[in-house]
């Protein structure tokens, strides 16, 4: 049998001794209006995505939102603890989000990356996306809305003093040499802004008719598409003119130690944007204002809804019997409310 040896999900501790109690009025301890709880560890039988060997990291992690009826609808959060439950010490660790947005119709997206929220953002290549108004199904036709992930808290953090995202880079769903990671190191390569072959993404420059690739010139750089598609001359995938497609996108944190037994908190956002808007007429504007609002109400969260109680509930004292009358002692049988 399964035998639990420690504290798992979070809950108030009213009496501060340890100890699960329910019916002491003690409850889970979540965020949002309504919120999922999980945990999951590296340390299985095998890893047959990436061939790598288990660190013996286990996660525990919360996803919660708000229903409120303002921006914060938008926001979806997810709150992880990492913690190192081998008797190893690491250093130069990562974490990294692999995000495949898909949004609406999967061929005909792009990526681009804001800083200020460390925030890797998935928006469409035209502004119809599917490019026949709202077909093949599942497209959102014109006017399509954008989605980001934006990293709220990181290692490193101090106060209002935030790190930098360590990369924001991306491959397509091929094989080529921008293509799907099939094993352990290009896993690692896509995590420190490089490609599978280990060559380092690069900046290269817009120019009129032809597309950006970010791997074959300019200098090496750790985030790609940091401009906004509403401005022709900036870095985007818009102003480049790339061919849309299904692509994944990797957002990582910087590097950091995990000693043997510790452990770090990182949370994350998904962010929507409503009718923001494709190339070329789309902008990042709309989408920074739900980050923004993540970011807000994570650090000055919305004060918890008023509980539900039970309500309408009808007083009666009506009392029925049967058979009536009653003929027999012990015949009493009651139908009563």
Same mark, same amino acid.
């Given at each position: 049998p399964l035998t639990i040896t420690e504290d798992m999900a979070p809950f108030v501790d009213i009496?501060?001794? $340890?100890?699960?109690?329910?019916?002491? #009025?003690?409850? =889970?301890d979540v965020r949002g209006d309504e919120a999922l709880w999980w945990v999951f560890s590296d340390k299985g039988p095998s890893h047959t995505q990436s061939s790598g060997k288990p660190f013996g990291i286990e996660v525990h992690a919360m996803s919660y939102a708000y229903s409120r009826s303002t921006l914060i609808d938008y926001v979806v959060y997810y709150d992880y603890t990492i913690i190192n439950k081998s008797a190893n010490s690491y250093h130069d660790m990562r974490v990294a989000l692999y995000d495949d947005i898909d949004l609406g119709y999967y061929l005909d997206d792009y990526i681009g990356f804001d800083s200020v929220w460390r925030m890797g953002i998935g928006y469409n290549g035209t502004n119809d996306d599917g490019?026949?108004? $709202?077909?093949?199904?599942?497209?959102? #036709?014109?006017? =399509?809305?954008m989605a980001g992930i934006t990293m709220i808290v990181l290692p490193?953090?101090?106060?209002?003093?935030?790190?930098?995202?360590?990369s924001f880079v991306y491959y397509n769903n091929d094989n080529s040499i921008i293509g799907n990671p099939t094993v352990d190191s290009q896993y690692n390569n896509y995590m420190r802004a490089k490609l599978r072959n280990g060559q380092h993404f690069k900046k290269d420059s817009p120019m009129p008719g032809v597309p950006c690739n970010a791997y074959s010139s300019g200098p090496d750089y750790n985030y790609v598409y940091t401009g906004d598609p509403s401005d022709n001359t900036g870095w985007s995938e818009c102003a480049c003119n790339n061919n849309p497609g299904d692509k994944i996108s990797i957002l990582?944190?910087?590097d950091f130690a995990m000693?043997?037994?510790?452990s770090k908190h990182i949370v994350m956002a998904l962010v929507v944007a409503d009718s923001s808007g494709g190339c070329p007429v789309g902008s990042f504007n709309k989408i920074k204002i739900v980050a923004d609002t993540a970011w807000k109400n994570y650090y000055y969260p919305p004060a918890p809804l008023p509980p539900s109680g039970v309500h309408g509930i009808e007083k009666t004292t009506a009392l029925h019997i049967y058979p009536n009358p009653a003929t027999k002692s012990g015949q009493l049988a009651g139908n009563g409310r």
């Open positions: 009496n501060s001794n $340890g100890n699960y109690e329910p019916l002491l #009025g003690e409850y =889970p490019g026949t108004f $709202g077909h093949p199904v599942n497209s959102y #036709g014109i006017h =399509p809305p490193g953090d101090a106060g209002t003093s935030y790190v930098p995202a360590g990582s944190s910087n000693p043997a037994g510790s």
